[in-house]
DNA sequence: CGCCCCCTTGAAGTGTGTCAAATCGGGTGG
DNA sequence: CCACCCGATTTGACACACTTCAAGGGGGCG
């Protein structure tokens, strides 16, 4: 935990956090203490349970979670996916109520961070917070088109472009690399599919030679052309 | 109260923002002030540009309006319906810029309103800025679930629950009764739909004597079955 | 009157879902 | 090291919700 920040646990929230506001060594002070008693969660577990106060916001250091909806038949959605230095709960709102469940989709390691009533005013975790929200609103909305307006060719492939992008803005994707530790059935969750939709899709996409596929991660071949196609357009930070 | 607040053509706006969080005669004042010199748009206009900055937070208060995302190829979705009493850009950000276009359904008038670092701390409008924050993010969430995991026929009746409530929170609707301002291809382009297939779920609706439509307005006959039905479920107020 | 926008209706096509079974691969225990 | 198991992926045949294309009708309005 001691050593330089650029090798804790902490580096990927780290880097996600000061690519959205310039921190600070206070900032960062906060944030690498915050870290060391960090909480682990398996798979299956909710971070979030839907109804619940958010006393703090938590930032994820570790693993993928994400926000989701049941049905009461068995249809479930996944709203959100939430990668290593994402933030929950960072909204405007101090006394907020989750408005949903959030639960982890691999191993989590997450930390709780400071309310931002207890920031100082201007402080550079503030603005993390607020570029966060607002980044958080872009994916929101991109996921609604996805889920309107795309087929599922396009819903495939525009996920994977943001899923890089939002995980380079952490240094854990680059150069169209990227891990992708869900299973095709939670990816038919999150794109409003059936597995073996997604799982036909996703051949085909390997069969065009858009993709590759191996041991978790997923190699694009040609991010710019792809994003080309499917017209992605990459969320600015604010 | 302001005298004749009842009255003015912010009484919509004003009573959603009240119920949102309570106002004090300075919040009312300012609000009934701002709506003085209020700004008319008609159909179709752009209130937001995407990509343009959000100086000051905009209040609707007559018309409907939406946030949309055109694709090259025509296809188009409407991400978000602003009603009267909306607030457009008063998220965490204050130097935040439009994710999205925000365009005129039906005529519309606004006005603006003071930027959050111009309120006081603890000010009920401001509290007012994040419970409608919140709001906005619930029914994102919302149209994502529709939109994913939800047939046309619980869509539509999905939506329409929703408007409900969210226009009686202005006092614009109430016992199931509300307008409905929209063209059956903007209910479509909502609902990642088909304007032909909208037109014929609307007629299911009628045919299974769910809802009555006349004259732009909507009588929803049994609210609480149909809410049941789609699994509808209410957002709540931070 | 004629135009435009919106709603309505029908017939045919297709993208995606459903159901079911086979295969794969990684763990675990004997 | 093998046997077994479980969850995940893969594949095929078929069904259906929704789209597409096309034509017609109604109502407001210049």
């Known amino acids: 935990m001691i050593p330089a920040a650029g090798t804790s646990a902490a580096a990927p929230a780290i880097a996600r956090l000061s690519a959205l506001a310039p921190l600070d060594d206070a900032d960062l002070d906060l944030i690498v203490k915050a870290a060391a008693n960090a909480q682990w969660l398996g798979r299956r577990n909710e ?11 938590s930032l994820i250091l570790s693993g993928w979670a994400a926000r989701i909806r049941d049905l009461s038949d068995g249809r479930r959605q ?17 006394d907020a109520v989750a408005a949903t469940s959030v639960v982890a989709i691999s191993e989590v390691t997450l930390c709780r961070l400071p309310r931002r009533s207890e920031l100082a005013c201007g402080a550079g975790l503030l603005k993390a917070y607020n570029a966060s ?29 943001e899923l890089h992008d939002r995980l380079a803005l952490a240094g854990l994707a680059g150069g169209g690399r990227l891990p992708l ?30 993709i590759t596929l191996a041991g978790g991660m997923v190699m694009i071949h040609d991010p710019a052309g792809l994003a080309d196609l499917v017209e992605y357009r990459r969320a600015t930070v604010c």
Request: hydrophobic content about 45%.
């Open 47 to 57: 971070l979030v349970r839907h109804g619940e106060a958010l006393t703090r916001p």
């Open 78 to 94: 996944l709203l959100y996916l939430m990668l290593p230095g994402d933030l929950i709960g960072a909204s405007a709102c101090d």
């Open 133 to 161: 929200c607002a980044l958080d609103e872009s994916y929101l909305l991109a996921q609604i088109t996805r889920l309107g307006r795309l087929n599922a060719h396009e819903r495939i492939a525009d996920l994977l472009l």
């Open 181 to 210: 530790p869900l299973t095709q059935e939670m990816i038919a969750d999150m794109l409003g599919l059936t597995s073996v939709h997604v799982n036909r899709m996703l051949q085909q996409l390997r069969r065009e030679g858009s």
